[in-house]
C-alpha cells in the first residue's frame, strides 16, 4: 500500500491549526517571561494514610474540566503573540510519588518532606505541558498522615482563582451534600477602584487628602519599582537571582477567636492585627539577629485582590466572562513600609505596631495609586511589550524586603476522596525576594507560611519571632486572659 506521505503531513498541520486557543493574558505573560517564572504551591494535609488509587480519575474527570488552562500550553501565533493552545495531558506526565526509607520516625519524615518541597520550589515546569504538577507524598509526619502538594504556575490564574479551583474538588467531611462556606467578607472591603471614587466623593477635604496620598504614594511606589531598593537586612539579601537561591517552608498557627478578640479590644480589623503582628515579628528577627541598624528601611508588598467579590463564587461562576470574580490573575501590589521601633517599644508597647499598621493602610485605602499602578502597567505592555512590563514587575519584587498575601479557607472541615484535610497552607514560589509569607484561614485556624532565602534568614528564629511577636500583642490586648494564648 502506497502512503502520501505529503498528504498525512498536510492533514496533520491542518488538525494543528484547528486545535482550540485563546490568548494568554497580560499577567500570565509577565509570569512566563524571562525574567520571571512564578508558581503557586499549595500542601493539603490528610489525617488518614493517602490511597491514591482513585487519582486518575479524580484529575481526568474533575480537575482537568474545571479549566482549559489546565489542559493546554503556551505557544506563539503567526504574529508572535502567546496563546493557550489545548493538547492531550499525559496525567503520567503529571503525577509525582516521591520514594523515602520505610520505617523511620516522624520527625524523619519531616525534614524529608521540606526538603521534598525545597525541591520542587526550585524547579520550573515545563513549558511542554500543561503548567501544573501534584506531588503525593505518603509518609506520616508530625503535622499529618500524609500530603498531597499541588503545584500550579501562577500564569494559570491567581491566588483566588486557584484556590476556587482546589475547592471545587472537596467537599465538606461533614456532609459532602452541603456547600462548603467561608467568614464573611467586611462589606467595607469592595472592589478597589468603585471604593476610591466613593471615598474621593465623600467630602472636598477626603477629596483633597485621596488626590495628595495618590501623588505621593504613585510617586513612591514608582521609585521603588526602577530605583529605590530596601537596605541588605537579615530578612533582605539583595542578591541578583535569588529567586534561583533554595527556599525553607515553615508554618505556624494562631487562633481566630484570639485575633478577634485582638480586634475587638482595640477597635481594628483582623488586617490590622495580622500586619502589626507581622511588622513587630520582622522588627524582633532583626534584634534577635543582632542586626546593628533593627530600623533599617524596609518595604512590605502587600497583594491585594482586585475583583468586586462578597466571597467565592463557584467555579461555574468564576468563568463566565460577565461576572466580576472572574477567572484569572485580578491582583494588584500595595507598597507598605515596616514600622520602625521606637525607643523600648518592642517591649513596653507593642499595640503600637497595631495602630501603626492601621494608619498605614488607612492612608493607603485612601489612595488611587494602586489604580494608577494597573493603568502603568497597562500602557508599558501596549506600547512597549510584556517582556518590558515583566521586567518593571520583576524590579517592583526585587527592591522590596517581603511580600503578603492571604486567602480565606472554609469553616467546615473538607474532605478529599473520603481523606480529612487536617490543614492546608500556600507558597508562592519564583518570587525574587528573600522573605515571602502567606495567610490561609482554615477551621477557626491562621496558617501562616514562610517562605525564607536558605542561608540567609533562620527560618526557626524567624518563626519564633513571630510568635512572640502575637504573644506579646495578645497579652497587651487582652490583659485579663488567663494563660498564654495557643496557637
Not at 239 to 265: A, C, R, Y
Not at 349 to 361: G, S, Y
Request: aromatic share 8%; net charge neutral; with cysteine.
Amino acid at each position: 500500500m502506497k502512503v502520501n506521505v505529503k498528504r498525512l503531513v498536510e492533514e496533520e498541520e491542518e488538525e494543528e491549526e484547528e486545535t482550540p486557543s485563546f490568548p494568554v493574558s497580560p499577567t500570565g505573560q509577565y509570569f512566563t517571561s524571562s525574567v520571571l517564572s512564578v508558581s503557586v504551591i499549595c500542601v493539603l494535609e490528610f489525617e488518614i494514610p493517602i490511597d491514591d488509587s482513585c487519582t486518575m480519575t479524580l484529575l481526568n474527570d474533575v480537575f482537568i474540566p474545571i479549566n482549559p488552562r489546565f489542559s493546554s500550553i503556551m505557544v506563539r501565533d503567526k504574529n508572535g503573540e502567546k496563546q493557550w493552545k489545548k493538547v492531550k495531558v499525559k496525567l503520567q506526565d503529571h503525577i509525582n510519588v516521591p520514594i523515602f526509607p520505610e520505617g523511620k520516625s516522624k520527625e524523619f519524615y519531616d525534614n524529608c518532606f521540606n526538603e521534598y518541597l525545597t525541591k520542587i520550589a526550585m524547579e520550573q515546569l515545563p513549558q511542554s505541558r500543561p503548567l501544573w504538577e501534584i506531588h503525593i507524598f505518603k509518609y506520616p509526619t508530625t503535622k499529618s498522615a500524609g500530603n498531597l502538594v499541588f503545584k500550579l504556575h501562577h500564569s494559570l490564574g491567581d491566588g483566588f482563582s486557584l484556590m476556587g479551583a482546589l475547592l471545587s474538588c472537596l467537599q465538606r467531611a461533614d456532609n459532602p451534600s452541603l456547600p462548603l462556606t467561608f467568614p464573611s467578607f467586611n462589606s467595607t472591603n469592595p472592589n478597589l477602584e468603585s471604593d476610591y471614587k466613593k471615598r474621593f466623593c465623600t467630602n472636598v477635604a477626603q477629596m483633597v487628602n485621596g488626590v495628595v496620598n495618590t501623588f505621593l504614594d504613585f510617586g513612591w511606589s514608582l521609585l521603588k519599582s526602577t530605583k529605590l531598593e530596601d537596605e541588605r537586612t537579615p530578612i533582605r539579601s539583595g542578591d541578583e537571582g535569588v529567586e534561583f537561591i533554595p527556599i525553607d517552608i515553615t508554618t505556624m498557627e494562631f487562633s481566630l477567636d484570639h485575633l478577634k478578640k485582638i480586634k475587638s479590644n482595640l477597635k481594628v480589623t483582623i488586617n490590622d492585627v495580622i500586619c502589626g503582628v507581622l511588622f513587630l515579628g520582622v522588627r524582633l528577627y532583626m534584634e534577635e539577629m543582632k542586626y546593628e541598624e533593627k530600623n533599617a528601611n524596609s518595604t512590605a508588598l502587600v497583594l491585594l485582590n482586585t475583583r468586586n467579590v462578597a466571597g467565592y463564587k463557584s467555579v461555574k461562576e468564576m468563568v463566565q466572562p460577565s461576572n466580576e470574580s472572574k477567572w484569572g490573575n485580578q491582583f494588584a501590589f500595595l507598597h507598605v513600609s515596616v514600622p520602625k521601633i521606637d525607643k523600648e517599644e518592642s517591649s513596653s508597647n507593642p499595640l503600637n505596631f497595631v495602630f501603626k499598621a492601621q494608619d498605614l493602610i488607612q492612608r493607603k485605602r485612601n489612595s488611587a495609586a494602586v489604580i494608577l499602578t494597573g493603568k502603568l502597567l497597562d500602557i508599558l505592555q501596549k506600547y512597549i511589550g510584556p517582556e518590558v512590563t515583566a521586567k518593571y514587575i520583576h524590579n517592583t519584587l526585587k527592591n522590596s524586603s517581603m511580600t503578603i498575601s492571604n486567602m480565606i479557607g472554609p469553616i467546615e472541615r473538607m474532605a478529599l476522596a473520603n481523606h480529612p484535610v487536617k490543614g492546608l497552607y500556600f507558597m508562592v514560589v519564583g518570587v525574587p525576594e528573600s522573605l515571602t509569607i502567606t495567610m490561609m484561614s482554615y477551621m477557626g485556624k491562621l496558617r501562616v507560611a514562610v517562605g525564607t532565602e536558605k542561608g540567609h534568614i533562620d527560618p526557626q528564629k524567624f518563626k519564633c519571632s513571630i510568635e512572640n511577636a502575637f504573644d506579646r500583642i495578645f497579652n497587651a490586648a487582652v490583659p485579663s486572659a488567663s494563660s498564654k494564648p495557643s496557637n
